[in-house]
């Protein structure tokens, strides 16, 4: 067989697919002798810098070869090369249709379709390899991170759960467990998970962090700066911010380091909606929403200038956005504002902290007829320079909205830090304070804001108004 003259006429269906220009189509190429010569002539052509080129020779193999898998597998990673991912995930499952069982290629075809955008299908396709092949962990370990990327964390820490049983001396994944146990409150687990990974490699900065972490969510300071001072003397250049919760372990009473705010919300960022929602149960929108729609008029609706502080990813901008004609978003954590600026609720969107925002405006606008701030004053502990801002920035006759946590009871104190790292305040504190600067209080309401370690949290909704 020595000329295109002789070989089938027409290329497979999911090769004649692919959505870019097909150079067989428009002039044919002379297939070598033997698809191993195709094959090794396409890699010369991709090592000498043609990509382009070592694909058409290879797709011209696959014109004389059609059930060549070694040649699928290679056009698939040219493929990915040039940036045409479903293509190469096409080209990978016209493999599998071919062979089956061949664990390699359905490993490369799910590692293939998580990099195309498709993790639903990428899933699929490790659970597939996973019923030929139990036990696989590489299969395992994608798998468990795909589950945590899309959110499925209790699936995550079950596959991860598995991996760490079938080779308990790998670091890798009881290291990964344990940050998702964290996030999921399972506090303690998290801290036995991270010491286990540390066994196995002490020397890993990302294990101490997390487990620093852990600490202070348990309220164990010592331990957690322990842990947290061992991660930044194997990172000295901080690239995990490890100063910042450290900072916040050594921090005043009054407020908390915005270095810790920023690195805690981004460490969160693309889970975060999911971990507020369906772990913590988060109702701090829908109390925002609930006061709005008792304190602003209909005829109002839709004609506010509004201000998200602390917006997150925008779950307190949903339900703004029915009240606003313009609604600004400020964050401290950058990766927040890019998971907001993705929902497309706000005509504006800001890294910057809350007191500085009111003050200089955002994106031009200093003037707002209404400021929410839901699950904010929990990271500020003296209020004061908040109060002061809302009454200059905030419109006569504007509003401030706010979720706050109540004071464990007994409590004399206007605010106090407490050992979850949040501060709880006192009602007659804030409303005290808003009447030193021109302000009323229009609605105060006890609610439960959320789950904290599977208990309720008790906190309050306040509505101030600028006289």
Same mark, same amino acid.
């Given at each position: ?34 698809? +191993?010569?195709? =094959? !090794? /002539? $396409?890699?010369? @052509?991709?090592? #000498?810098? &043609? ?5 058409? *020779? %290879? ?23 040039? +940036?045409?991912? =479903? !293509? /190469? $995930?096409?080209? @990978?499952?016209? #493999?599998? &249709? ?5 664990? *390699? %290629? ?35 370990? #994608?798998? &468990? ?323």
């Amino acid at each position: 067989m020595s000329s295109a003259s002789s070989l089938p006429s027409a290329l497979p269906p999911f090769l004649a697919a692919i959505p870019d220009s097909n150079p067989l189509a428009q002039q044919p190429l002379d297939a070598p002798l033997g698809a +191993g010569d195709g =094959m !090794a /002539a $396409a890699l010369a @052509l991709h090592e #000498a810098g &043609a990509p382009g080129a070592a694909l058409e *020779r %290879l797709l011209a193999v696959l014109r004389g070869w059609p059930s060549e898998t070694e040649a699928y597998l290679l056009a698939s990673e040219m493929l990915l090369e040039l +940036g045409r991912s =479903m !293509a /190469a $995930a096409n080209c @990978l499952a016209r #493999a599998i &249709a071919l062979a089956p069982g061949d664990i *390699r %290629l359905r490993l490369a075809h799910a590692e293939t379709l998580a990099r195309a955008g498709r993790p639903a299908a990428a899933i699929a396709g490790y659970q597939a390899l996973l019923r030929l092949r139990p036990g696989h962990a590489g299969a395992l370990l #994608a798998l &468990a991170r795909l589950l945590a990327v899309t959110g499925e964390t209790a699936r995550a820490a079950g596959t991860y759960r598995e991996l760490c049983r079938l080779d308990p001396r790998d670091p890798e994944p009881a290291r990964e467990l344990g940050v998702l146990l964290i996030g999921l409150e399972q506090l303690p687990e998290a801290v036995e998970t991270l010491q286990r990974a540390l066994r196995l490699a002490p020397d890993t900065a990302e294990a101490h962090a997390h487990l620093g972490r852990a600490w202070m969510l348990l309220g164990e300071r010592e331990k957690a700066r322990n842990s947290l001072a061992h991660a930044l003397e194997i990172d000295s250049g901080d690239r995990l911010g490890v100063q910042g919760l450290l900072d916040a372990l050594e921090a005043p009473s009054d407020s908390l380091p915005p270095a810790y705010v920023r690195h805690l919300f981004d460490q969160y960022a693309e889970n975060f909606d999911k971990a507020l929602l369906e772990v913590l149960d988060y109702q701090g929108p829908r109390l925002l929403r609930r006061a709005l729609d008792r304190l602003v008029p209909i005829d109002r609706h839709g004609q506010l200038d509004m201000l998200d502080i602390g917006c997150g990813t925008g779950l307190t901008g949903r339900e703004l956005r029915p009240f606003a004609r313009h609604l600004a978003g400020i964050d401290l954590a950058p990766r927040m504002i890019d998971q907001a600026a993705r929902t497309g609720v706000y005509d504006a969107l800001a890294v910057a902290d809350a007191v500085t925002a009111l003050r200089d405006g955002v994106d031009g606008q200093r003037r707002w007829d209404a400021v929410a701030a839901g699950d904010v004053l929990v990271y500020l502990g003296d209020l004061a320079p908040l109060i002061e801002a809302l009454a200059t920035a905030l419109n006569p006759g504007g509003l401030f909205l706010a979720t706050a946590e109540a004071l464990p009871e007994g409590t004399d104190a206007p605010w106090l830090l407490k050992p979850t790292r949040r501060f709880g305040h006192a009602e007659g504190y804030i409303a005290k304070l808003a009447v030193e600067h021109g302000l009323s209080v229009v609605l105060i309401e006890k609610a439960v804001l959320r789950l904290e370690r599977r208990q309720p949290v008790q906190g309050f909704v306040i509505a101030l108004q600028r006289n």
